[in-house]
């Protein structure tokens, strides 16, 4: 029929002799015995079965990582100003060191074909941009740092 491969397969500390026969995408167990050094020599049950391969395991999804706050902001208690929603940075309208104000503008921020303020949330100095205009950001992607 096709090609017989022999293999000795160990299961729970007892060995066995395994002969399985390929015929094209098939492959089929010939028979299964314990082999000598096992405790007694028995036959398991023979005859030809249709073995399957199983499909292989689905790679564990990786749970995507939260975006790192700047450590300079946490340990000075600045605040971070995150991007409410992925887009792309059009424009910056401040640098570090600029005083800001509550409610004034930081940038704007291009997503869906609509432009997007983000404005100052509070009094302060601007400490650092973090983005550069044409970057591409995803949600809660730190923008800028304020003082």
């Not at 028979?31 to 030809?48: N, V």
């Not at 391969?53 to 706050?69: D, G, H, I, N, R």
């Amino acid at each position: 029929m096709g090609k017989v491969f022999q293999y000795v397969v160990r299961v729970n500390g007892k060995e066995y002799n395994v002969e399985i026969e390929s015929d094209s995408e098939e492959i089929f167990i010939k028979s299964i015995t314990r082999t000598a050094t096992s405790q007694a020599q028995t036959k398991e049950p023979a005859g030809p079965q249709r073995v399957e391969q199983a499909p292989a395991p689905a790679p564990a999804p990786v749970a995507p990582s939260a975006p790192q706050k700047p450590a300079a902001a946490a340990k000075a208690g600045g605040t971070v100003v995150e991007a409410p929603l992925p887009g792309k940075i059009l424009r910056i309208n401040v640098s570090a060191g600029n005083q800001v104000k509550r409610g004034d503008l930081l940038l704007i921020l291009e997503a869906m074909k609509m432009e997007n303020e983000i404005l100052a949330p509070v009094d302060g100095v601007v400490d650092s941009v973090l983005v550069s205009p044409n970057q591409t950001v995803n949600t809660h992607d730190p923008l800028v740092v304020l003082k």
